[in-house]
């Protein structure tokens, strides 16, 4: 497949199908998220596959995702957000239990961090951050390749996720993906237009 089709072709998916995703192809997404730039030259990156129910609801259990509420309760709060943007959450955040729950797999991706987070001053200490997210969006593409998708999901409780998942003390989650076969329900949401003229700046702003 061309670069420029995967790259249409990947979208967040928050409803999945009940069907396995091949080894094969979540080995060769990996294979393909190992080859992002890296800003120490060590790709220090790492992937854990989650298949079992209990480690999923156990994840859901730190991340509070129980207590999610519904659409309803939800209009008031993005009232006077962009319409494209309230379209987007209204769709997102009560699926946010089922999609860990209902995906065949959910991948979660670790980093060794620079600088602790908390101790970050300048972008540049980001620089592990920025390089975990190129390995991602390899890994995004490369799915998107095979008609796999799926939704970078962002832990707030990590040290908790952290500990059910025994990652090592000094490396950090950069994201949870539940991934898998895009279900006929799932909505497709509008994207942003972006006017390419009014973003690209010559020499400068
Ligand atoms: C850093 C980051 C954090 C995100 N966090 C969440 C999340 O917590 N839950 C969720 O359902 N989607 C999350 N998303 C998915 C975005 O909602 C989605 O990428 C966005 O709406 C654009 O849609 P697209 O990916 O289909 O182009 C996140 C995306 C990014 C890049």
Known sequence: MELRDAIEKRQTIRDFQNMEVPR???NYAIENAFKAPSYN???EWD???IKNLESKLSLIKAENLDKISSKVGLESVFEKEATIMKE???DAIPKQKKMILNAPLVIVVVFKPK???LDAKKI???NCLASVWA???NFLLSLAEHDVFGVTYIPQNIEIVKEILRVPDNLEIAAIIPI???DNSAKVLKQKTIDLIGRIHIDNW
């Open 24 to 26: 094969d192809i979540i």
């Open 41 to 43: 030259h060590l790709r």
């Open 47 to 49: 992937f854990i596959i």
């Open 88 to 90: 987007m959450y209204l």
């Open 115 to 117: 600088t602790k987070v």
């Open 124 to 126: 540049y200490d980001l």
């Open 135 to 137: 390995c991602i969006e």
């Open 180 to 182: 898998g076969y895009r």
